[in-house]
């Protein structure tokens, strides 16, 4: 898998992330990025450049089709930059240069003109064109992430003693959801909901212990914190996010980036990033394949689901029984008093 991280530029942590499919040493991806994934690798690091680089990146994914047809010269002088800050620019996105830069625009743009249909007008267009949005966003999600990285934190998490997952804000709702399969599944694991007790949970684990930590900005400061505390307890932390160089890669052990792309879609939805909770539901699936005793630990989940409905019912039984007493002794006193 491609990444074209060189440098995490963040304060906090014992030092960089470093992708395993990019060769630091000389500066240059190992692949090409897979077709449709150039701009949504290009938005996950748009956050870590310096303004004038950030004019250069925000062309490339926001004006494809007219920066394949530019000069290095021309695009410095859309983005009122300089030549050389171009090509810096696509070097610090993890390309070899501009040229390489194009060629991938003009490939993904290919694949796009291939695939384009209009959608229908009136009422079923609007929800065709949301739909058709909502597919690309998730169809490009897939392009940054390091599937290296992905296979190793799903072979930690399947062995892992312990399992905790941190997110606060708009990403709580996704370790909500992502815990009930793991639960399901047989795989224990907590997903507290107050901040405190992430914090205290995390600052408790052990190496023998798994923390995914949660946050599409990847500098959310409370639970950058439980990150922090759980990378000092020595836990392995798996950090899933929408920018690469974001403060949240400095205390990860396993980085997964995705859905970079997915606010800047024609969505225009503010809920919890979808892109993310599916990374999150593969990793989940991939865990749960190498957990070797999961058939019975699943039926022992669902054994006892089927065990508090019983307890349930016959509680509630037993309650409209009472009620049923008491009405006919009402009755048969009030009998008595006629």
Known sequence: ????????????????????????????????????????????????????????????????????????????????TSPATVSRACQNLGFRGFQHLRLLLVRDLGAEDGADEQPAAGPQGGLRGLFDAAARAIQDGAGSVDEQAFAAAAERIAHARRLLIVATGGSAPIAQALALPFISSGRSCEAPTDVVLQRLTASVLTPEDVCI???????NSVTLRAAEAAHAAGAVVIGATSYARAPLSAYTTHLLVAGASYRRSELQYDGPNVVLLLLLVA??????????????????????VFDIVEIREEAEEGAGAGEGSEEELGADGAATEA
Do not use: C, K
């Open 283 to 304: 990793l989940q699936q991939r865990a749960i394949a190498q957990v070797t005793d999961r058939e019975q630990a699943r039926a022992a989940v669902i054994n006892e």
């Open 213 to 219: 930590v949660i946050s599409e900005s990847g500098s």
């Open 1 to 80: 898998m491609w990444h074209g991280i060189q440098e995490i530029r963040v304060q906090p942590g014992p030092g960089p992330y470093t992708p395993t499919w990019y060769n630091a040493e000389v500066n240059v991806p190992l692949a090409d990025p897979p077709l449709g994934g150039t701009r949504e690798h290009i938005r996950s690091l748009i956050p870590s450049l310096i303004p004038s680089e950030q004019r250069v990146a925000r062309a490339f994914v926001e004006e494809p089709r007219e920066v394949v047809a530019m000069s290095v010269s021309d695009l410095a002088a859309r983005a009122e």
